[in-house]
């Protein structure tokens, strides 16, 4: 019996060969864990939402730099500092990775927005893992307490979560913030909105307010996420992490 081997053998979705051969993805596990990354995202209608997504495969500074959404914007560029590895990218009190990339102009507006950062850890005290002071950030005091913000100065109320795992904030309304921790739980967060801010958005850093030395293994930028889109965007890249091997319990 001749068995035909394009069976066993499907080309990969078209945006996510673009990124396997922009970045170099030669790793077979990594490549089919990005296929299966865009496919979902698409076969659940968040594909359309993203701006850019970095999923941080392949373990060295020009592979993470790549936006997995359109290649050929928002490559990341680094400041001194940082360090790559299978886990993702850490930097510290300066070190960070630039999108290149501003609220203003990316496609998302002051009541529509979402980002989400997954976390190898988090150390007590640390600071803004994401974005530009007054977009997208992540701000830790205390052990366990979380005051993430979209569009606006840093959230009068905060979430009491874990200190690891997947983290995502997203607006949809002008006066609230959800905010989704690895628990799987969605909290809703009174705060209005301010203004888009101009400035380009960062990885591990805002504007030099402290920075992660935990390693960051995904980051994404997003229109606003409704509840439901949270729940399953949570699921595919709980699902991209643990075809890597990496995630977070």
Same mark, same amino acid.
């Given at each position: 019996?001749?068995?035909?081997?394009?069976?066993?053998?499907r080309?990969f979705d078209?945006?996510?060969?673009a990124?396997?051969?922009?970045?170099?993805?030669?790793?077979?596990?990594?490549?089919?864990?990005?296929n299966?990354?865009v496919?979902?995202?698409k076969g659940?209608?968040?594909?359309?939402?993203?701006?850019?997504?970095y999923?941080?495969?392949?373990?060295?500074?020009?592979k993470?730099?790549y936006n997995?959404?359109?290649t050929?914007?928002?490559?990341?560029t680094?400041?001194?500092?940082?360090?790559?590895?299978s886990?993702?990218?850490?930097? @510290?009190?300066?070190?960070? &990775?630039?999108t290149?990339?501003? /609220?203003? %102009?990316?496609?998302?507006s002051? $009541?529509s927005?979402? #980002?989400g950062v997954?976390?190898?850890?988090?150390t007590p005290?640390?600071?803004?893992?994401?974005?530009t002071?007054?977009?997208?950030?992540?701000y830790?005091a205390?052990? @366990?307490?979380?005051?993430? &913000?979209?569009?606006?100065?840093? /959230?009068? %109320?905060?979430?009491?979560?874990? $200190?690891?795992?997947? #983290?995502?904030?997203?607006?949809?309304?002008?006066?609230?913030?959800?905010?989704?921790?690895?628990?799987?739980?969605v909290?809703?967060?009174?705060?209005?909105?301010?203004?888009?801010?101009?400035?380009?958005i960062?990885?591990?850093?805002?504007?030099?307010?402290?920075?992660?030395t935990?390693f960051?293994?995904?980051?994404?930028?997003?229109?606003?996420?409704?509840?439901?889109?949270?729940?399953?965007n949570?699921?595919?890249?709980?699902?991209?992490?643990?075809?890597?091997?990496?995630?977070?319990?």
């Open positions: 019996m001749i068995i035909n081997p394009y069976i066993f053998s080309p078209p945006d996510a060969q990124f396997i051969t922009a970045a170099a993805i030669t790793n077979p596990t990594q490549q089919t864990a990005i299966t990354l496919v979902s995202l659940n209608g968040l594909w359309s939402k993203m701006i850019a997504i999923p941080f495969v392949g373990g060295d500074a020009n993470h730099s997995l959404k359109n050929s914007i928002g490559q990341l680094y400041t001194t500092g940082m360090t790559h590895g886990l993702g990218i850490a930097g @510290n009190s300066v070190g960070y &990775a630039n290149g990339l501003k /609220a203003t %102009t990316m496609g998302i002051q $009541n927005a979402s #980002a997954y976390l190898q850890g988090y005290n640390q600071v803004f893992q994401y974005g002071f007054g977009n997208f950030f992540l830790k205390g052990t @366990n307490n979380y005051y993430p &913000a979209v569009n606006n100065g840093i /959230a009068p %109320t905060y979430v009491t979560t874990t $200190n690891d795992g997947f #983290a995502q904030s997203s607006r949809t309304q002008s006066n609230q913030i959800l905010f989704k921790d690895k628990n799987n739980s909290a809703t967060l009174s705060s209005a909105s301010t203004a888009l801010n101009s400035t380009d960062w990885v591990c850093n805002a504007n030099n307010y402290g920075g992660s935990n960051i293994s995904y980051f994404f930028i997003a229109t606003g996420l409704t509840i439901a889109e949270l729940n399953d949570y699921t595919i890249v709980q699902a991209f992490q643990t075809a890597l091997g990496r995630q977070v319990p």
